[in-house]
C-alpha cells in the first residue's frame, strides 16, 4: 500500500474536511493523489477555489496539491486508503454522539474493496473503532476486517489557530488491527510528519492516548478555576499567584478560563460513558467537568455583583463582550462557553453587544440564535474581554474609557490587562 500510494497507483482519501481532515489532506497531496471529501457542497465549493472555510490555512497552501475536492460520496470508490476526520460531538446531556463517525463509515463501507485501509482519526472512546466502526464496514462491504481490509486508529493533534505545532511537527500517534497494518499505516504517515510515528500496541491504546490528552487538561485547568474562585475570596490576584508560583522549575503552566471547543471540553465525556458502561464512576473526571462547565455562570455572576456594587442598574444596563469564538485567533464559534454567557448575562435582563474580529454574523446567530454588533457603542456598564484574540493585545485603559458609562466594570476573562487598568474597578478569574 505504502509504495503504491508513493507511486501514485493508488490514491488516498480524507472524510471530514473540517479544521483536522483539510491540512491533512493538503499534506498529503504534496506527495501522493488524495480524494477531499465532505458531505457539505458549499464547503466543497470554497476548498475548490483555494478557500479553507475554517479560515485556518491560507490559499498558498492549496497550491501544487494533487487533490480533487468532492461531495459526492460514489467518489470514494477511487481511493483505497481512507483517513476518517469527522466530528464526535456529545449531545445536550452530555452522552457521545456517534452518528457522523458511524455516517462516514457507512459512506465508506459501500465503496470498500479487498486490500484496503481505514484509518480513523475522530476522537472517540477506547474500544469505539473496533466495537462500533467495524461492524459496520463488515456488514456493509461483505468483508473481514484483517483478511479483506485493514483498520487503523491515529488520534489527531490538531490545535486550531496554531501555526508552529503543525502536522508535520508533532509525533504521530499509530495504530493496526495487526503488525501488517500498523507497519504499513506507520509508513504512510512517515510519508508526512517529518517528526516520526509512535507504534502503539493496540487501537485501544491508542484511542485512549488521545482521550487523556484533553482529560487532563481538563481537569488542570478546572483546578485553575477552582483556583481562581478561592483567591477571588481572598482578595488576591490568581494570575499574580500563578506568576510566583510558576518561578519553581517543576509548577506546571495552566490558567483558569472558560473550557469550550471540540477537544477539551467534550472528550472526557467520552471517556466517562465507557466508565460508566464499564461499572465504574468516574468522580475526578466529572468533578472537573462539571467547575469547568459552571465557569460561564460564575463570571456572569461576578460582573453582576460588581455592576450592583458600583450602583449600576441591571434593568437597562448595557453589557460589552468582546470575543464569541471558543479560542484567540479562529472563527470557530462552535462550543462557545462565551456564548453561555452572554446568554446567563441576556437572563439578568442586561442588554449585551457581541463583537468578534473573526466569527460570522450568520453563523452565531444560527448556532446561538445571538446577534452580533459591527461595532462596539458606548456607554457600556460593564466590558468583558471573553478571547484574547490579537486584536485586543494592545487593549489599555484609555480604549475601555472611552466607552464606558462612568465607573464601568471591567471583567478580564485571562487576566491580559491586569498591569493596565488602574482607574476602573478590575476583576479578572
Not at 16 to 34: H, M, Q, S
Not at 131 to 147: D, H, K, N, Q
Not at 306 to 331: Q, W
Not at 387 to 392: A, G, R, S
Request: net charge negative; charged share 25%; with cysteine.
Amino acid at each position: 500500500m505504502y509504495h503504491e500510494l508513493l507511486n501514485k497507483k493508488k490514491k488516498l482519501a480524507v472524510i471530514g474536511l473540517g479544521y483536522v481532515g483539510l491540512p491533512i489532506a493538503l499534506e498529503f497531496a504534496k506527495k501522493i493523489p488524495v480524494l477531499g471529501f465532505d458531505i457539505s457542497e458549499e464547503r466543497i465549493a470554497l476548498m475548490k477555489k483555494g478557500i479553507d472555510p475554517s479560515q485556518e490555512l491560507e490559499s498558498e497552501a492549496f497550491e501544487g496539491r494533487d487533490i480533487t475536492f468532492t461531495a459526492d460520496p460514489q467518489d470514494l470508490s477511487e481511493a483505497d486508503f481512507y483517513i476518517v476526520a469527522v466530528p464526535t460531538p456529545v449531545d445536550e446531556h452530555n452522552v457521545p454522539n456517534l452518528k457522523p463517525l458511524l455516517s462516514a463509515t457507512e459512506f465508506v463501507a459501500n465503496v470498500l474493496k479487498e486490500g484496503d485501509y481505514v484509518v480513523y482519526e475522530s476522537t472517540v472512546y477506547p474500544g469505539c473503532t473496533e466495537e462500533e466502526c467495524v461492524p459496520v464496514l463488515e456488514s456493509i462491504s461483505g468483508l473481514r476486517m484483517g483478511p479483506g481490509f485493514k483498520v487503523g486508529f491515529s488520534p489527531e493533534r490538531i490545535n486550531p489557530g496554531d501555526k508552529e505545532h503543525t502536522l508535520s511537527k508533532i509525533i504521530k500517534v499509530v495504530s493496526g488491527n495487526d503488525d501488517e497494518a500498523l507497519e504499513n499505516i506507520s509508513k504512510v504517515y512517515q510519508i508526512v510528519v517529518k517528526a516520526g510515528v509512535h507504534k502503539a500496541s493496540s487501537i485501544k491504546v491508542a484511542e485512549a492516548a488521545k482521550i487523556i490528552e484533553n482529560t487532563q487538561r481538563d481537569l488542570n485547568i478546572a483546578l485553575m478555576n477552582e483556583l481562581s474562585i478561592i483567591f477571588d475570596r481572598l482578595g488576591i490576584n490568581t494570575y499574580e499567584v500563578l506568576e510566583a508560583a510558576g518561578t519553581k522549575w517543576n509548577f506546571l503552566n495552566f490558567y483558569p478560563g472558560l473550557v469550550g471547543g471540540h477537544c477539551i471540553g467534550v472528550d472526557p465525556y467520552y471517556l466517562t460513558y465507557k466508565a460508566n458502561e464499564l461499572g465504574y464512576e468516574p468522580e475526578v473526571i466529572l468533578s472537573g467537568r462539571r467547575i469547568n462547565d459552571e465557569m460561564a455562570a460564575y463570571i456572569a455572576k461576578k460582573t453582576v455583583q460588581k455592576m450592583i456594587a458600583n450602583d449600576k442598574s441591571l434593568k437597562g444596563g448595557r453589557v460589552l463582550v468582546m470575543g464569541i469564538t471558543f479560542k484567540e485567533n479562529v472563527s470557530d464559534i462552535r462550543n462557545s462557553k462565551v456564548a453561555e454567557l452572554v446568554k446567563e448575562l441576556q437572563n439578568y435582563s442586561l442588554t449585551v453587544d457581541v463583537v468578534d474580529p473573526y466569527a460570522e454574523k450568520d453563523e452565531v446567530r444560527a448556532e446561538y440564535g445571538l446577534e452580533m454588533v459591527d461595532a462596539p457603542s458606548g456607554p457600556y456598564d460593564a466590558i468583558i474581554v471573553a478571547v484574547n484574540h490579537k486584536e485586543y493585545l494592545n487593549l489599555n485603559e484609555k480604549d475601555l474609557l472611552a466607552l464606558a458609562n462612568g465607573n464601568t466594570v471591567v471583567v478580564d476573562v485571562k487576566g491580559m490587562l491586569k498591569d493596565r487598568i488602574k482607574n476602573m474597578d478590575y476583576w479578572s478569574l
